[in-house]
């Protein structure tokens, strides 16, 4: 394309991740930069899109991709979306009375969904254990579960195109209202544009304030106001006064 001057400018969208998880986990992401200035003209500029990068994350990426100046800062504040932090000694029980309250008030419905976000897939903190809890008292709502890699007890999805294609499928279904509740983890619906999301639970403290506002941004998409919720639990475990 480039060759043919086909090429007048590039956007990276989502650009935050190219420092979150350049690093570790994709290192191709931080290749970026050098992939694309060795391959376009020089005169060709870079557009970098980004809603959730913290002060250090943009520093980052005006290094990587060797950005002259940041043109335009979005402000992060949604007034929509409302968060509480509750603080539990049994989350389990906790989520429970959460969903229950989010049927109440009608924030759970055949209009209305939500996602339960969790750190893990498996353990009895994964996405799966919650979900398998959630419907055992909870019958009359439709569930789905998204994680980046199959349910170790799921045998019949260790494929990976199996797994894939379930969930395209359960994503197309949470989209149109036919799953009313996602327990998943990060990795589910990063710039979905569903409008009717009125809630999200976040099982597992997000591991930074720009991940909890990624996921939580996924509520209240309709400009109406979306609730946010983080179940908090004291670590029983207290770390030694002697490692300060």
Known sequence: ???????????????????????????S?????????SILKLNVPIISLTATASPNVLKNIVIELNIKEVVYRMHLSRPELNYEV???????????????EMKKIGYL?????????TMHVNNYMGCVGVEENIKKFNKDISTGIFSG?????????QNEEQFNIYKRETQQR??????????????????????????????????SMEALYQESGRTGRDGETAKNIILFTDEKNKIPEEIF
């Open 1 to 27: 394309l480039d060759n043919k001057n086909l090429i007048s400018y590039l956007v990276v969208d989502e650009v935050h991740c190219l420092s979150e998880w350049g690093h570790d986990f994709r290192p």
């Open 29 to 37: 992401y931080l290749a970026l930069a050098n992939t694309v200035v």
């Open 86 to 100: 509750q603080k539990t000694e049994n989350k389990n029980e906790n989520l429970l009375k959460n969903i229950t």
């Open 109 to 117: 419905s055949k209009e209305q969904a939500g996602i339960v976000f």
């Open 149 to 157: 890699k199959a349910p170790k007890k799921w045998k019949s999805y």
């Open 174 to 207: 949470f989209k149109s209202n036919k799953i009313q509740l996602m327990c998943a983890t990060k990795s589910f619906g990063m710039g979905i544009n569903k409008p009717n999301i009125r809630f999200s639970i976040h099982y597992g403290i997000p591991s």
